[in-house]
């Protein structure tokens, strides 16, 4: 399904894996959707004990200033608890990553690197 703009609706999921928890974000990450994504990485802080918390923007095809806001908000909550998230970023996001200059401070993975678990619980 598809707005009326042709963009994939917003979503986001939470998968508990053995090793790792993921948040899955596809669509736009704007004004109107910033806050569920702050929603969905806080809960998953403070869930998942120290497992690495993946934050999976392929599926992101726009992001605003909100999103970005609500992103670098949560990293510098993460990073006073170890630094456990990591972003795979769309190529979208990794260019406003970039043109924001916040590349070398963001821990970006992609999932290719990640080892292919057992989905344990989704939320």
Known sequence: ???F???PPFAVTTASYETET???VRGEVDVASANT?????????????ENPIVLDLTGVTFMDSSG???????VLISSADGDRLRICPS?????????AGLTER??????????????????
């Open 1 to 3: 399904m598809v707005d």
């Open 5 to 7: 703009f042709g963009a």
């Open 22 to 24: 993921r948040v899955v």
């Open 37 to 49: 994504l702050r929603r969905a990485l806080t809960a998953a802080e403070e869930a998942e004990g």
């Open 68 to 74: 970005l806001r609500a992103l670098i908000e949560h």
């Open 91 to 99: 190529p979208e996001v990794a260019e406003l990553l970039r043109v």
């Open 106 to 123: 963001l821990a970006t993975i992609s999932l290719e690197e990640l080892p292919d678990n057992q989905l344990a619980s989704e939320t």
